[in-house]
Every structure is written in structure tokens, then in C-alpha cells.
T-cell receptor, first 113, second 110 residues
Framework: NAGVTQTPKFQVLKTGQSMTLQCAQDMNHEYMSWYRQDPGMGLRLIHYSVGAGITDQGEVPNGYNVSRSTTEDFPLRLLSAAPSQTSVYFC????????????FGSGTRLTVV | RKEVEQDPGPFNVPEGATVAFNCTYSNSASQSFFWYRQDCRKEPKLLMSVYSSGNEDGRFTAQLNRASQYISLLIRDSKLSDSATYLCVVKVPSGQNFVFGPGTRLSVLP
């Protein structure tokens, strides 16, 4: 049982490049989210999804797109990378009842130069 | 007012000390409550759920006071390995579903 798998673990991008951060879970969780965490800061919600085909914006959605075509996958797309997007990105999932909390992936460390 | 607030920290305590973290939440309709720990450069991991009756797991005790909208975490006999950031998490009825507090950093010193 893999839980929540994020790829890649590390990435360096040039300003203006685009890329997709992958997130997959094998727990049949309805709820999935993307967070970013900057040094010394708390988690900030980027986008979330309450089920396949449904997504919504979180606190800091600008510059990011998401889609949820299957229950398992929730990719995060950076449209045109900027240095301000240098951060650690965490994907998380939960059953929709939420009584067992979130399970997090191990994170993607992104540097934009 | 932020939805979930925590002690600002950091807490620096000697090994063997007892330390308590406090958390308040603003949404009275919140449904579930959790404490997570996050080690440096790692993902947050669930430490324990918090129940209305209070619950204990070894050296860790969590309490919930719904009337005061207050959650606490008590760590007894602190170990060096307890050094981490502790996150208070609240499940709200709709929208973004889980709301994270900013975290309180704990350093247990030898």
C-alpha cells in the first residue's frame, strides 16, 4: 500500500518554464489537496478536489492549474514558473468524511531560477 | 482572526520536561480535530486525533474543549526525538475541509 506518491522529489526550473507535479493515491480517497510550504512558514492551500471532476481554489491558486480526471490522480501544473514559486509542495488525501485526517506525500522540492 | 491559531513558539525545553501546546479555532461547526508533527524538511504526519473525551497515547495527551473552541497537546517526559513542529488541524464542514494552524516548534535539549 503506497499511500500518497509524489513525483518528482526535486526539480529545478528556469523562469518561464512549465511543468507538472504528479500526485497519486491508492487509498480510494475522495479528497485531495495541494499545499506549498515556504521556509519557516506554515502550509498554504493551493487547490483542492472533493472528487473526480471537481476542483476548487485554495488560498494561493495564482500560477497553478489542477485537474482531477480520476480518483487516484491529482496533478498540479505550473503554467509559467516564477522564482516566487520556489517552495516545497505537498499533496495530501483524505476520505471525504475526514475522520482519519490527511495523509501526505513526501513532497516535491522545487527551485525556480 | 485566523481560523486556527497556535502558540507562536518556539519552545525550548530540557529532556524529561512536560510541555503543553495550545490551539484555538474559530469555526464552531468544526467536526474533527488532529495534531500532526512535522520534522524538518519532511511531510506532516498524523500524531493523534483529538476526541471530546480527551485521549492519550503513551506520553501524549490531547484534550478538546468545544465550548471554548480550544485544543491542547501535552507531552510528558520529553525526548530529543520529540523535537519537531506540531500542527493543529481542524476539519471544517465545507470548502477546504481541513484547516492547518501555523505550527509550534519544539526543541528538546539534552
Amino acid at each position: 500500500n503506497a499511500g500518497v506518491t509524489q513525483t518528482p522529489k526535486f526539480q529545478v526550473l528556469k523562469t518561464g518554464q512549465s511543468m507538472t507535479l504528479q500526485c497519486a493515491q491508492d487509498m480510494n480517497h475522495e479528497y485531495m489537496s495541494w499545499y506549498r510550504q515556504d521556509p519557516g512558514m506554515g502550509l498554504r492551500l493551493i487547490h483542492y478536489s472533493v472528487g473526480a471532476g471537481i476542483t476548487d481554489q485554495g488560498e494561493v491558486p495564482n500560477g497553478y492549474n489542477v485537474s482531477r480526471s480520476t480518483t487516484e490522480d491529482f496533478p498540479l501544473r505550473l503554467l509559467s514558473a516564477a522564482p516566487s514559486q520556489t517552495s516545497v509542495y505537498f499533496c495530501a488525501s483524505s476520505n471525504n468524511q475526514g475522520y482519519v485526517g490527511y495523509t501526505f506525500g513526501s513532497g516535491t522540492r522545487l527551485t525556480v531560477v | 482572526r485566523k481560523e486556527v491559531e497556535q502558540d507562536p513558539g518556539p519552545f525550548n525545553v530540557p529532556e524529561g520536561a512536560t510541555v503543553a501546546f495550545n490551539c484555538t479555532y474559530s469555526n464552531s461547526a468544526s467536526q474533527s480535530f488532529f495534531w500532526y508533527r512535522q520534522d524538518c524538511r519532511k511531510e506532516p504526519k498524523l500524531l493523534m486525533s483529538v476526541y471530546s473525551s480527551g485521549n492519550e497515547d503513551g506520553r501524549f495527551t490531547a484534550q478538546l474543549n468545544r465550548a471554548s473552541q480550544y485544543i491542547s497537546l501535552l507531552i510528558r517526559d520529553s525526548k530529543l526525538s520529540d523535537s519537531a513542529t506540531y500542527l493543529c488541524v481542524v476539519k471544517v464542514p465545507s470548502g477546504q475541509n481541513f484547516v492547518f494552524g501555523p505550527g509550534t516548534r519544539l526543541s528538546v535539549l539534552p
